[in-house]
């Protein structure tokens, strides 16, 4: 995530610890494959999308301020629309600025239904798309037992500190939430459901989503 100047927020609070991967990729995929049974073939996974007050891997820290207002308005502009589409990895904003800040449809990955706070852990709930080139490669991979993981993708800017710790600007501007194999905010892995959503009904009549038939840009997790 490509990011200027502003304080973090207080020390952060324990993670959530709901959301442990399984002990093996055989256990994942006989997670997944229940998770589809229970959910009428449709794959539903939940967990961390990010953090705040939180140095990540990449050495960044969002402050609680400007994350939870960039997450109330993501949640109330798109998630709420059904419009909360994310990709299979970033796209590259050195070759395609324009790319980066917009969503297609077409090229989406999954759909975010629903996010929460759980202290300083924002947690969300996403279907992956069954009607898509990209949602059908994530299916395959939770099938196959590979853990993956969200990553914000956005602008902003930057400020660096004299410890090294990189500080995300109060102009954050959340885009989507991304799928990666390596995310670097602390746990951030959407595990399939173990239960069926209580949403299911609501998704089947929104029109078949999911059937079958500025500053620096930049990612981070």
Known sequence: MGCGASAASSPPSSPPSAYPPPSSRA???????????????????????????VVNCNGRVYPISCLRREAERYARERVAARAAFGYLDHP?????????????????????LETEWQRDALVGTCLVLDDTEAGTRVRRAYLSGEVMGASSR???TLMEREDGTV????????????YVLEPSTPGAFLMPLGHRYGGLGHIKRCGGVGEKGSGLGGNDG
Do not use: M
């Open 27 to 53: 256990d994942l995929a006989r997670l997944c494959e229940r998770s589809i049974e229970l959910n009428d073939g449709r794959l539903l996974v939940r967990g961390v999308l990010h953090r705040a007050g």
């Open 92 to 112: 590259d904003y050195d070759c395609d600025c324009d790319g980066f800040s917009t969503v297609c449809r077409r090229r989406a990955s999954h759909l975010v």
């Open 167 to 178: 500080v995300v600007g109060n102009d954050f501007t959340l885009i989507a939430f991304d």
């Open 154 to 156: 956005g602008t902003a």
